[in-house]
């Protein structure tokens, strides 16, 4: 059976754009599909970030409450302490010989700063200095 050539290039153009309209209508799926995987991917990243800066933000709650539990402590034993060093309450203790008032048994000499040599600005500059190195 001899077919025209005229046949056979229709033949041959149908064929060709039904596989071209096929690859288009695959790639067009796949950008679809990618574009897709682009805003799920997106949006649990989004997601993970929000839920990281929860839990920041609990753990600043959680340290603001301790500081301010601990300044409350703080409060609390300064006034312990402004209350037990009052003299209406030293000294009775001592008058009863609860408290030792003796002086410690170390000397004063023992006790004296060392005194570093003054230092003036022309014995800055009689120092050698290094060099910098870069």
């Keep these: 059976m001899l077919v025209s050539r005229s046949t056979a290039s229709n033949w041959y153009r149908k064929v060709c754009r039904h596989t071209k309209a096929a690859r288009d209508q695959v790639a ?19 997601t993970s970030l929000e839920s990281e ?3 920041l933000k609990r753990q ?11 300044q409350e402590q703080l409060v ?18 001592l008058e009863r010989g609860e408290l030792m008032a003796i002086r410690p048994s170390y000397d004063d000499d023992s006790r004296k ?8 600005v022309a014995d800055l500059s009689r120092q050698e200095k290094t060099p910098i190195r870069r």
């Design 28 to 46: 067009m799926f796949f950008r679809f599909g990618v574009a897709v995987l682009i805003v799920v991917a997106i949006s649990l990243y989004g």
């Design 53 to 55: 800066i929860l839990s």
């Design 60 to 70: 600043i709650i959680r340290q603001s409450y301790r500081i301010d539990v601990a």
């Design 76 to 93: 609390q034993l300064r006034l312990e302490v402004h209350a037990a060093s009052s003299p209406v309450h030293l000294l009775p203790k």
């Design 113 to 120: 700063r060392t005194e570093r040599p003054k230092r003036t």
